[in-house]
């Protein structure tokens, strides 16, 4: 079991960056897939991206494109989403999540049930 903890959420002005870390800890030792999920309140959690187990695929949603990046160092077992032009629509609590499936078979149709360990969120709050 692997677990998550995110941070480096915050304030940010529309036009800003934040950049947000996902910290793993226990069972890290093969590669894994993970994405960054986002849920709005009243919303429902939707994909943001997905990074391969050694990073060197990578896959956005289209509302992030050439937006945000995502980017994995392994040897600190840390996966980060670098959010740049944010915008206010982007305001969610963001989580970060491990998949066990192969990075193909989650890109076809990214969701939330093909990852299997979360962390607790972090917020990001854009002001209109």
């Given amino acids: 079991q692997v677990q998550l903890v ?7 002005q529309a036009g ?3 950049r947000l870390s ?5 069972r890290t030792d093969s590669s894994y897939v993970t994405g960054w999920f986002r849920q ?9 991206a997905v990074i391969s187990g050694g990073g060197g695929r990578t896959t956005y949603a289209d509302s992030v494109k050439g937006r945000f990046t995502i980017s994995r160092d392994n040897a600190k ?4 989403l670098q959010m740049n032009s944010l915008k206010p629509e982007d305001t969610a609590a963001y989580y970060c999540a491990a ?11 990214p969701t939330s049930a093909g990852f299997g360990s979360w962390g607790q969120g972090t ?4 002001p209109s």
């Fill in 6 to 12: 995110e941070s480096g959420g915050g304030l940010a």
């Fill in 16 to 18: 800003g960056s934040l």
């Fill in 22 to 26: 996902c910290a793993a800890s226990g």
């Fill in 40 to 48: 709005a309140p009243g919303k429902e959690r939707e994909f943001v």
């Fill in 77 to 80: 077992n840390t996966v980060y």
């Fill in 99 to 109: 998949s066990y499936r192969s990075y193909t078979d989650i890109t076809y149709r």
């Fill in 123 to 126: 917020q990001v709050i854009v």
